[in-house]
């Protein structure tokens, strides 16, 4: 087989199968960042807080769950 028939093989079957194979895995791992994308924002969400009369309080402690005391009536 001469070079040129080889090239010309190359270029009918194995480079678009490559390409074809490249175009998957690309989209397979922009799939994956974005899932590991809503994945962290999903759980940073419940860390953020939220200030309520001068306390502190995260999402937790919003839902009952938090030891702080209620602000003092003057």
Request: proline share 4%; glycine share 6%; charged share 40%.
């Amino acid at each position: 087989m001469s070079a040129r028939h080889r090239v010309r093989a190359l270029r009918r079957h194995r480079i678009p199968r490559l390409r074809e194979a490249l175009g998957l895995a690309d989209l397979a791992l922009e799939q994956a960042e974005h899932e590991d994308g809503v994945r962290r924002r999903w759980a940073t969400r419940d860390d953020r807080a939220v200030k309520v009369d001068g306390a502190l309080l995260t999402r937790r402690s919003r839902a009952g769950t938090s030891s702080h005391s209620p602000p003092r009536m003057k």
